[in-house]
Structures are given as structure tokens and as C-alpha cells.
């Protein structure tokens, strides 16, 4: 399985394996830190499955030119919050107005991004790190993105402590993280505005 070193889904890999009843231990790994290689390498059988966010299913269709199975972490892990920035300690106390500007103009782009997900797209697809990554793809991707960042309550970039808990109650049962871990302990409320 091809994946981003330090990506949070191979991260998760165990985690996700122990709760859907199967060992990890038989997926051979592939280090590859260019996400927009992973299509690539499915679609050429270098390796046989890809660790990918589920948006992105439309632009790896597209590249591998074959049916995909998703299997996705929330059947079986639950409600996750997914992907978060994290700061150290130090960052979030000595320089926390730094963090709110940096949370509240990435919070803004990505307001832009679900409201008009076509002009961000093509934007998106322009940057030459995408690698060529055509435009009504990366909108595609954008609009899936919709259902996974819009939140059902409170607003964007909000982490609700009791869905955290449950996050880590999760994590901890799987093993996957020591007893004794609170939603204080992770996130930072008052560096969103």
C-alpha cells in the first residue's frame, strides 16, 4: 500500500485493522511522499491498494482508469474530526495571536473553497507543486470535501470537546493511544476564533 510518510492514515492503519477485524501486519507498505504519485502507482500495479482521503476518489478514478473500492476509517474508527494543524505548546502559548491570524485566514480560504469550489479548483490546479492535476478534478474534490468539513453544529473549525473524547476513548480502546489523554490536553478552543 502506497502512503505519505506521517500521513495520518498510516498512522491510523492499526487502529483501523484491529476495529475491522483483520491484521495489519500483512500490508506491505510503500513509502511515497508525493501524494499525487499514489494514483499512479495503482494504476501502473505497483501496488495494490492506495492510502488516500476519500474527497480524492474521483481524481484517483481518473488516474488509475479502473473500479476502486473506498474503504473509509469512519466505518470503523467513528466520529473522527480529520485533519487539524497543530502547533507545539510553546507556539500556541508564546505566540498565540500568530496562531489565530494563521487559524482565521486558513479558515477563510476554506470558507472560499466549499462556497464557490470551481474558481478554487482551477486555482488549486494551477500551482505547479499539484503536478498537473486538472481543474474539474481538484473541484470535484472540493465539493466531496463539503460533507467532511461543514459541520452539523457550531461552526467551522470548531472542535467539539465531547466528540474529541470520543475520538480518544476510540483511540484508547484500540490501544492506539495511553489511558489518561482529555480533549484539554489536544486542542485549544480559544486559538479559533
Not at 506521517?6 to 507498505?29: K, M
Not at 473524547?165 to 486542542?187: E, F, S, V, W
Amino acid at each position: 500500500m502506497s502512503y505519505l510518510p506521517g500521513g495520518i492514515n498510516h498512522v491510523l492503519f492499526p487502529t483501523y485493522a484491529q476495529l475491522a477485524g483483520f491484521d495489519p501486519s500483512g500490508v506491505q507498505w510503500v513509502s511515497n511522499p508525493v501524494p499525487a504519485q499514489h494514483a499512479a502507482l495503482l494504476a501502473e500495479g505497483r501496488v495494490d491498494a492506495i492510502s488516500q482521503f476519500v474527497p480524492a476518489v474521483e481524481s484517483v478514478r481518473s488516474v488509475a482508469k479502473q473500479d476502486l473500492s473506498v474503504l473509509p476509517f469512519v466505518d470503523w474508527i467513528g466520529d473522527l474530526h480529520g485533519s487539524a494543524m497543530a502547533v507545539s505548546t510553546a507556539t500556541a502559548t508564546n505566540r498565540a495571536d500568530v496562531v489565530r491570524r494563521f487559524n482565521r485566514a486558513l479558515l477563510r480560504g476554506l470558507v472560499y473553497c466549499m462556497q464557490d469550489p470551481e474558481p478554487a479548483g482551477k486555482a488549486y490546479a494551477a500551482q505547479p507543486e499539484t503536478q498537473g492535476q486538472q481543474a474539474h478534478l481538484a473541484t470535484a474534490e472540493l465539493t466531496a470535501l463539503r460533507g467532511y468539513v461543514t459541520p452539523a453544529e457550531g461552526r467551522l473549525g470548531h472542535f467539539d470537546e465531547a466528540r474529541v473524547a470520543r475520538n480518544i476513548a476510540i483511540l484508547h480502546g484500540a490501544g492506539a493511544i495511553p489511558a489518561g489523554l482529555t480533549p484539554p490536553d489536544i486542542i485549544a478552543p480559544d486559538l479559533v476564533e
